[in-house]
């Protein structure tokens, strides 16, 4: 074992001299020049393709990988790739979450630098029919002081990688990391603007219904109530009870779906009431037993902040929805607790469960992310085949204090 590899094995290469970088100034030109042009990119998609094409370009690195970190910063959630073929994607199957060598860097987030990979101790955790590497490289990338993922080089094509090319990396994350929270940033102030759209929409929609499209229909029905009031001994009389009676069903259908869209209670009453109402409407059309467990202030003490108050009915109205309707869970409980200035959410169903890491997150749980990501709070979701729980944690904000 070469001595790069010994000291990778106990930690880490040693660092660069700062007072002699082993950069040259073309390579530096080149790492200011992918800097510039990361930081310009507002798409975190664009910025994670353009940084491995120029982490291979850089290093010489014949594959290049960045593994993004889950909620609990525990093992890998995404692992996109650049140099590798799609006959060997396919042949590998699924991508690694951060064991062996891969997990060494997310255990211990600093510089890792190998000659040989498979005779590191921890060379194991591998994909089956992996290409051939040797060569390894991999550095850290923390995002305000926390590790958001892992940029990986394998096999260089002139042989070890080296100082340089560990400097060169070490820049590149920190450019990956400016460039990622900068599109943050951007793509969250997105996603706000377009839950707030849609949220106006919906409570347009609630209110052109409930104001035009319901008082039709009660105006309907009261009509032909007189109709069938004077006509009882008619042929007709038969045919206008079963219109009065669609024209119920159709109303009660109609509140629902305005209570589904806007509720009412949750603009007027807050997000207790509005669960509360919530729950009353599930229970009485599945065949579902809601256990709900409240614990705000009453009254006007325990109004949150709008955008925090529909996060929190959204997340519950989802997770139900998903409970019945994709669990088939007979029972579940909801938790709404307030406690040293943060808000706890927790939805647990008795339901057959789902794949939380399924592509596209499914049954709403993009959204779920996004908008508790936005009100600056934590969501773990945990499900399996006995059921499912969906917990979030959020900074409890008051409008008096906004």
């Not at 790492?31 to 990119?41: A, D, P, Q, S, T």
């Amino acid at each position: 074992m070469s001595p790069a590899s010994e000291r990778s094995v106990e930690g880490g290469a040693d660092p660069p001299s700062a007072g002699a970088p082993s950069i040259d100034e073309h390579r530096l030109r080149r790492l200011i020049e992918v800097g510039r042009g990361l930081v310009g990119v507002s798409d975190t998609a664009a910025v994670i393709e353009s940084a491995l094409t120029a982490a291979r370009e850089l290093t010489g690195a014949r594959y290049a990988a960045l593994g993004v970190l889950d909620s609990r910063r525990a093992e890998m959630e995404r692992f996109l790739t650049l140099g590798i073929d799609e006959e060997t994607r396919e042949a590998i199957g699924e991508p690694p979450h951060g064991r062996g060598v891969l997990g060494l860097l997310i255990e211990q987030p600093q510089p890792l630098m190998l000659d040989d990979v498979s005779r590191h101790p921890r060379s194991y955790g591998f994909p089956p029919n992996p290409p051939p590497m040797k060569s390894f490289l991999g550095v850290p990338i923390k995002i305000q002081g926390e590790a958001w993922g892992n940029l990986y080089l394998t096999e260089k094509e002139s042989g070890p990688f080296d100082e340089s090319d560990e400097e060169s990396a070490v820049i590149l994350a920190e450019w990956i990391a400016l460039a990622i929270n900068n599109a943050r940033s951007a793509d969250a102030e997105r996603v706000r603007l377009t839950i707030e759209a849609a949220e106006q929409e919906r409570r347009r929609w609630a209110r052109e219904l409930h104001d035009e499209t319901l008082q039709d229909l009660a105006g309907l029905r009261v009509l032909l109530s007189g109709t069938r009031r004077r006509t009882a001994m008619s042929p007709v009389s038969p045919i206008l009870d079963q219109a009065i009676e669609r024209i119920d069903a159709t109303i009660i259908e109609m509140r629902r779906l305005i209570s589904d869209l806007r509720p009412a209670t949750l603009d007027e009453l807050g997000v207790g009431p509005a669960l509360a109402s919530l729950v009353d409407r599930i229970q009485g059309s599945w065949n579902l037993e809601v256990d709900l467990q409240i614990g705000l202030p009453e009254g006007e003490d325990g109004r949150l902040v709008p955008q925090l108050e529909d996060t929190i009915y959204r997340l519950v109205q989802e997770s139900l929805n998903n409970a019945v309707r994709h669990g088939h869970a007979r029972r579940a409980i909801v938790e709404l607790i307030e406690q040293d200035g943060e808000i706890s959410v927790r939805v647990t169903d008795d339901g057959s469960g789902f794949d939380p890491g399924r592509p596209g997150g499914g049954f709403g749980l993009i959204g779920m992310r996004e908008r508790v990501g936005l009100s600056g709070g934590r969501l773990e979701i945990r499900s399996d085949a006995g059921g499912s729980t969906i917990s979030a944690t959020l900074p409890a904000r008051r409008p008096a204090a906004e």
